[in-house]
């Protein structure tokens, strides 16, 4: 099922920013900030916790998948929110997760960014990448999404907006939000192993 959330749009269509005024520093961190946290009354049942996925179908007009899929493993990249063709060529890998350790197949190696070629270039491997950040969110994002809000609250941990799997973009700079401690207060089932590149 399909669900659009309109609040956000109507929530700026409120706001006093117009064609003749540009928005000030302030107003652009609220909205990336309410892009970011949930309010305590929004965290109900239906909306939460809450983790969306995006269908390859929008990109690929088909995929191909192992009959027996690599287990995958997540490769944290140096990666700038402004280098588009860094976050677009991460986007389009994860979004073939189902191809697993095929999804290199889709791309011609020389066309990938160099951090992602020489991950490519491994051979059939079953890498999500994701972006290098201070509190690792996106490395925990997956699991982090999927926890209560009573188990947030026992950790002291913020109580986000809807995560996306796989990694796509870090719209929001989401690491300028999170505690400085945010890896040390995960509930220590959640953490896993990682690699840096």
Same mark, same amino acid.
């Given at each position: 099922?399909?669900?659009?959330?309109?609040?956000?749009?109507?929530?700026?269509?409120?706001?006093?920013?117009?064609?003749?005024?540009?928005?000030?520093?302030?107003?652009?961190?609220?909205?990336?900030?309410?892009?970011?946290?949930?309010?305590?009354?929004?965290?109900?049942?239906?909306?939460?916790?809450?983790?969306?996925?995006?269908?390859?179908?929008?990109?690929?007009?088909?995929?191909?998948?192992?009959?027996?899929?690599?287990?995958?493993?997540?490769?944290?990249?140096?990666?700038?929110? $402004?280098?588009?063709?860094?976050?677009?060529?991460?986007?389009?890998?994860?979004?073939?997760?189902?191809?697993?350790?095929?999804?290199?197949?889709?791309?011609?190696?020389?066309?990938?960014?160099?951090?992602?070629?020489?991950?490519?270039?491994?051979?059939?491997?079953?890498?999500?990448?994701?972006?290098?950040?201070?509190?690792?969110?996106?490395?925990?994002?997956?699991?982090?999404?999927?926890?209560?809000?009573?188990?947030?609250?026992?950790?002291?941990?913020?109580?986000?907006?809807?995560?996306?799997?796989?990694?796509?973009?870090?719209?929001?700079?989401?690491?300028?939000?999170?505690?400085?401690?945010?890896?040390?207060?995960?509930?220590?089932?959640?953490?896993?192993? $990682?690699?840096?590149?």
């Amino acid at each position: 099922m399909t669900q659009i959330d309109e609040r956000p749009a109507q929530r700026h269509a409120e706001d006093p920013v117009s064609e003749e005024r540009e928005p000030t520093a302030a107003e652009i961190l609220e909205w990336r900030r309410d892009g970011v946290f949930l309010p305590d009354g929004e965290a109900t049942p239906e909306e939460f916790p809450s983790l969306k996925n995006m269908s390859a179908g929008f990109l690929f007009s088909g995929v191909v998948r192992p009959l027996e899929p690599a287990p995958p493993e997540y490769v944290a990249l140096s990666m700038a929110r $402004s280098d588009m063709e860094l976050v677009g060529a991460v986007g389009q890998w994860n979004m073939l997760w189902e191809s697993a350790q095929f999804r290199r197949r889709f791309f011609d190696i020389d066309d990938l960014p160099k951090p992602m070629a020489k991950i490519a270039d491994l051979g059939d491997v079953n890498v999500t990448f994701v972006p290098r950040t201070r509190a690792r969110y996106f490395e925990y994002a997956p699991l982090f999404h999927l926890l209560p809000k009573r188990v947030l609250d026992m950790f002291g941990l913020p109580l986000l907006r809807g995560g996306q799997w796989p990694f796509m973009a870090d719209w929001a700079g989401i690491d300028d939000f999170l505690p400085t401690d945010f890896e040390a207060r995960l509930p220590a089932p959640g953490r896993g192993r $990682s690699g840096h590149t």
